[in-house]
C-alpha cells in the first residue's frame, strides 16, 4: 500500500513560480513511477507531467517549457516546479503512482494506482 501526500498548494500571482511535493509512504520513491494530474472548476482532470523510475520524464503541451517534475530519492519526494504560472493554471493538483516500475512517462489515469488527496493551487492577482 502507498499512500502519497502532497503539499505546496496556495495562492500565487500570475507571471510567479510555486514548487508541489509529494512524498509517498509505504514505496520508495526511486521504484515509482510518478505523475501529477490537475483538475480545474468545471473540467475534467487531465494530466500534467510524469517521471518514470528511470527519470524519463513528460509532459502536457500546455505546461511543456514552464513546468517540471523532478524526484529527490534522498528526500523520498517528487516535485513539481511551475513557473510562469498563468490564471488557467487555477486547479486541484493531484499526485498519483505506480508499483510496476514501467519505463515509459504514463499520461493516462487509470495506469496510476494510487493518488493523493489534491492540493489547491489557485493563480490570481
Known amino acids: 500500500q502507498v499512500q502519497l501526500v502532497e503539499s505546496g498548494g496556495g495562492l500565487v500571482q500570475p507571471g510567479n513560480s510555486h514548487r508541489l511535493s509529494c512524498a509517498p509512504s509505504?514505496?520508495?520513491?526511486?521504484?515509482?513511477?510518478m505523475g501529477w494530474f490537475r483538475q480545474a472548476p468545471g473540467k475534467e482532470r487531465e494530466f500534467v507531467a510524469a517521471i518514470t523510475r528511470t527519470d524519463d520524464t513528460l509532459y502536457a503541451d500546455s505546461v511543456k517549457g514552464r513546468f517540471t517534475i523532478s524526484r529527490d530519492n534522498a528526500k523520498n519526494t517528487v516535485y513539481l516546479y511551475m513557473n510562469s504560472l498563468k490564471p488557467e493554471d487555477t486547479a486541484v493538483y493531484y499526485c498519483a503512482a505506480e508499483t510496476a516500475g514501467r519505463l515509459s512517462p504514463l499520461v493516462e489515469e487509470g495506469a496510476y494506482e494510487y493518488w493523493g488527496q489534491g492540493t489547491q493551487v489557485t493563480v490570481s492577482s
Open positions: 509505504g514505496r520508495t520513491v526511486s521504484v515509482l513511477g
